[in-house]
């Protein structure tokens, strides 16, 4: 049986680091301060939402948020970005996205008038470039950061082990990729054109599953002893008895009785992620002083 790596004992650990981080910053009279700005009332924005603010206020970051209308003006969301950036006050902004339709194509050129030290998930050209050079330009993605705190919590050291990561995205693929590379892993890159990834797949000690398809990764994906960590969260109708339900790529059945090590879905990647976006939010904080 796999052990399972569980996001709610690396949350635990990271929330009382920060609590104690946040402290030292209000001691010196900083006072950590995240701006979400959301436009409408998407049902997946409000309830991210939600669990930003329930971690910011468990750590002591204080939030503001900025509701436009969903038919916001492309000047107008650029105007409230450019004011976030002038607010000494606030230190992270978090927008949401995708942005409402009629400002998709425009997305990457909204999303750069961000700051990039207020950037702390990673919406902003210079952060992802941060996370190529190993620069603090910005920040990293909160999901595959939120991968490199679990491998660091559970001691799971990454010099020279053969990592493999499934899925070449910019959001997670590609800087978790990088990230991995940064501890001295060597790296492969699956993706839809990779020949035979399943032989590929096997030859890793990490595997990093973020390829968005349900059942993806099944036995013929894995070796004994392996490290996965699945990224990914699809919807299952056939999972709780018919109900329907949240799960990864792995098909979990399979994978776990042959691995060394796993992340669940739900209870894994996920639940660390809103952690690691406080996270930022204090660092952000810290690198004012």
Known sequence: MAKQLLGKEVTAAMNEKLQARVAALKEKGVSPRL????????????????????RAELIGVEVVKFVLPEDVTKQALIDQIEAINADSSIHGCLLF???????????????????????????????????????????????????????????IDCKGKNAVVIGRSLVVGKPAAMMLMA???????????????????????????????????????????????????????????????????????????????????????????TSVLIGHVVEAAERTL
């Open 35 to 54: 701006a979400i700005v959301r436009c409408g009332e998407n049902p997946s924005d409000l309830s991210y939402e939600k669990g930003a603010t329930a």
């Open 183 to 273: 501890k001295n892993a060597t790296v492969t890159v699956c993706h839809t054109k990779t020949r035979d990834v399943a032989a590929v797949a096997r030859q890793a000690d990490i595997l990093v599953s973020a390829a968005g398809v349900l059942n993806s990764l099944t036995k013929d994906y894995v070796s004994p002893g392996q490290i996965v960590i699945d990224v990914s969260i699809n919807w299952d109708p056939a999972k709780k008895e018919g109900k329907g339900g949240i799960a990864g790529d792995a098909k979990f059945d399979e994978v776990e009785p042959i691995v060394g090590a796993i992340t669940p879905v739900p209870g894994g990647v996920g639940s660390v992620t």
């Open 97 to 155: 996205r995708p942005l409402p339709k009629h400002l998709k194509a425009d997305q990457d050129e909204i999303c750069n008038h961000l700051a990039a030290a207020k950037d702390v998930d990673c919406m902003t050209d210079l952060s992802n470039a941060g996370v190529f050079t190993g620069k603090k330009l910005g920040f990293a993605p909160c999901t595959p950061q939120a991968c490199m705190e679990i491998l660091d919590f559970y001691g």
